[in-house]
């Protein structure tokens, strides 16, 4: 549970510095769901550790991560621009342990 109230106070810090409401699209997600929507087999969807945020333009999400990168570094983050869709997925799954991947460090970019 301490892990989530981490992650939400991140989020909570993100969306302060953003200054206006962020479209959440996905957030937890089931194992089976997960693999239904075709998610990493270890998605931190799966801990209830990661987020996926609309945005309706590609300079809304440039300008999104520089507010994360600014205000919360150490959360991961990919950018997605695919079929006129824009959102940037932000997670924490460096608090789970033991780590899965070496990917999963503080602060990893794609």
């Known amino acids: 549970m301490e892990k989530l109230r981490e992650f939400f106070a991140d989020f909570k810090a993100v969306r302060e510095a ?19 929507v075709g998610g990493e087999k270890l998605s931190a969807h799966q801990w209830g550790l990661a ?23 150490d959360l991961r983050m990919g ?15 460096y608090l789970i342990n033991p780590k899965a991947a070496h990917e999963w460090r503080k602060g990893a970019r794609w």
């Open 18 to 36: 953003w200054g206006k409401p962020i479209t959440i699209s996905c957030g937890y997600r089931c194992p089976a769901h997960n693999a239904a």
């Open 51 to 73: 987020l996926d945020c609309d945005f309706e333009s590609v300079a809304d999400v440039d300008l999104f991560v520089k507010c994360v990168d600014a205000t919360r570094p």
């Open 79 to 93: 950018t997605y621009n695919t079929g006129g869709k824009s959102f940037v997925h932000i997670d924490a799954a």
